[in-house]
């Protein structure tokens, strides 16, 4: 035990050391009257991996937009982010993307992933497009030509500051080291997306552990008992205490390894849920999230000690849905009562917790006066990940380059509490890889998702999803067939949406795209009886799903079969159908048929094709 001892006083004297020399900084610090800030500090404080239910502060809410809580929040304990939520105001609806790079690169560009094109999570080593992933897809991630956050706010004279995970690139790549993005400062943050460890005594995967994922830069701490957590927490409040004293505003992005997998228990906590009855892995994850919240509340303690509090803004989020050891991946545990977790198509893969304070409220602070933020309020209004880029850059007085494209909306009325009504009301998320949810494009407008499948193993029948959100949260009854019309609206929006951000698409082994839009019968616009069994059509139509060579052709059809179906399931021939009767509304309308190009059937059953934009120009 000689040895471990050493290490055990070594850390305490070191440890000691370093809380002495930051009180003597404070003191010196405080005998110096601080100049009124022009510009407020700002943290962006992000978890990994960290979902909406992963605490004991409820962010969903009934039809008044009360909390509501549910047990999960019962279970976990996070009194610094209640804390937070007390001082400011929490979002109810905050979407990220699926996975972790995307997210932080729509963080560091305020870009949807469709335009930055980081699609999937980066491994460090190899291109993890997956099989049938597009091979352009941006594995190397963010680059020193792409404008970033902490380049922009470096540029207006801000201290910029990483501490923490970066996953902004894989190895030997720009976005690799943070600093080439923009950081002044970068600890512990490479192209790792998880650590070796969070335990000092194992060097963090130094020593023990994954030593692929060891986490890099942080060797004082080798050895010693302080979880990563704290680690990271002690760095960033000295980073801090520099920035003052430096007398410059600062960015600080701290982004922390936890909660992501592995899930080690954080021994300070373990006693808090030795006896709850859940799996040993759920209690250790518990503590993980414990432990980041004491992190929260260290760096604000921190903030009022050196009197900056009330000119820092803090953003507290997560980069995509719960990984919570709790259940399967589709159903409704780690995230209930919504479905899904991390990777998944589903609310409880995207949706994430997002508070906005300022460090201690003052109404009468002149930065506060700027973005008065509502205190303890709940924004129902949704917001994403993207709309962080715009926000701090506008707060900030910084300028957006002018050929720079911005697809999030500045927060600033919605922080205040009110209702931004120039925001549209849609959230596009595209994911053409393989994970717990894989090859989709999810589209929200209001209260409808649509989830579209590319179901690239089969690509002449991709498949979707409608749910209606305020009815459903928990995406439970798909109603796509009740709402044909519906549906051809949203495949539309979506369709040109991912046109217009140069979305890409998945791709067999020789690189052809392959069925990139649904096509959806419109027939029934038209005078649709008028579709007869063996009768020659000729009609003009806009895109079939993934066949360029059919863009705005005339086809000829032979029609060998037609019936739609209606909102029991019946299937009912289009001539019999009495359109007046609430029964027989289509809900689909297939058409098989024999077709002078052949080949490039969509939809079912057999050789049935689905189209946009159909209009009936010739009968013989």
Not at 333 to 353: C, I, N, Q, Y
Not at 386 to 406: C, E, F, Q, R
Not at 479 to 507: C, F, I, W
């Amino acid at each position: 035990n000689g040895l471990n001892g050493s290490l055990e006083i070594g850390s305490a004297i070191y440890l000691h050391m370093k809380k002495t020399l930051c009180v003597s900084t404070l003191l010196c610090l405080a005998g110096q009257p601080l100049v009124a800030q022009e510009r407020p500090n700002v943290i962006v404080f992000l978890v990994d991996d960290m979902g909406l239910m992963d605490t004991s502060l409820p962010f969903l809410t009934d039809e008044a937009g009360n909390p509501v809580r549910y047990p999960l929040n019962d279970w976990y304990q996070t009194p610094n982010m209640e804390r937070m939520a007390r001082q400011g105001i929490r979002f109810s609806t905050f979407y990220a993307q699926s996975v972790s790079s995307p997210s932080r690169a729509s963080i560091m560009t305020g870009q949807n992933s469709t335009r930055h094109r980081t699609t999937n999570w980066i491994n460090s080593e190899t291109n993890n497009k997956t099989p049938f992933g597009p091979t352009d897809w941006n594995w190397k991630g963010i680059s020193k030509n792409d404008v970033t956050l902490p380049r922009v706010l470096h540029d207006a004279g801000y201290k910029t500051i990483h501490v923490g995970k970066a996953h902004f690139g894989c190895q030997n790549s720009d976005g690799e080291l943070p600093q080439n993005i923009g950081f002044d400062v970068n600890i512990a943050g490479s192209s790792i997306g998880h650590p070796g460890s969070y335990y000092g005594e194992n060097g963090y995967g130094h020593i023990k552990g994954q030593k692929a994922r060891a986490v890099p830069g942080l060797e004082k701490y080798h050895g010693t008992d302080t979880f990563l957590s704290e680690a990271l927490t002690l760095e960033a409040n000295e980073q801090i205490t520099e920035a003052v004293g430096e007398k410059k505003p600062f960015f600080l992005y701290m982004s922390h390894y936890a909660v992501h997998s592995p899930f080690e228990a954080d021994k300070r906590f373990a006693d808090h849920y030795r006896y709850t009855g859940r799996p040993k892995v759920a209690a250790d994850f518990a503590t993980l999230i414990e432990g980041m919240d004491k992190s929260l509340g260290d760096i604000m303690d921190h903030l009022e000690e050196l009197g900056i509090a009330e000119n820092t803004l803090i953003i507290f989020l997560g980069d995509n849905g719960s990984d919570a050891p709790l259940g399967d991946d589709k159903g409704y545990t780690s995230s209930a009562p919504l479905r899904g977790k991390k990777g998944s198509e589903f609310e409880g893969g995207v949706r994430v917790p997002f508070i906005a304070c300022w460090g201690k409220p003052d109404m009468n602070n002149p930065l506060q006066k700027q973005l008065p933020i509502e205190v303890g309020g709940v924004q129902l209004q949704m917001g994403t990940v993207m709309d962080i880029y715009p926000t701090l850059v506008s707060l900030s007085g910084a300028k957006n380059p002018k050929d720079h494209i911005i697809d999030g909306v500045d927060l600033r009325d919605q922080l205040e509490g009110k209702r931004n009504n120039s925001r549209p009301e849609t959230v596009l998320m595209h994911f053409p890889h393989e994970h717990r949810g894989s090859y989709f494009t999810t589209y929200i407008e209001g209260d409808w998702k649509l989830i579209y499948y590319y179901n690239p193993e089969n690509p002449s029948e991709p498949r979707y999803r409608l749910y209606n959100l305020k009815k459903d949260p928990g995406e439970s009854l798909d109603v796509s067939e009740r709402n044909p019309k519906l549906l051809v609206k949203m495949v539309k929006a979506m369709t040109a949406q991912l046109d217009a951000e140069g979305a890409l698409y998945p791709e067999d082994a020789n690189g052809n795209v392959y069925a990139k839009r649904i096509g959806t019968m419109v027939t029934y616009y038209y005078h649709s009886t008028d579709w007869k069994n063996n009768a020659s059509y000729e009609i003009m139509y806009g895109d079939i799903t993934g066949r360029p060579e059919y863009k705005a052709h005339m086809m000829r059809l032979q029609v060998t079969e037609n019936y739609t179906v209606n909102s029991k399931g019946e299937s009912v021939p289009i001539h019999e159908v009495a359109w007046g009767n609430e029964d027989d509304v289509p809900t689909h309308i297939y058409i098989q048929f024999t077709s002078s190009h052949g080949g490039a059937y969509i939809g079912s059953p057999g050789n049935s094709l689905w189209v946009d934009n159909v209009k009936l120009v010739y009968v013989q």
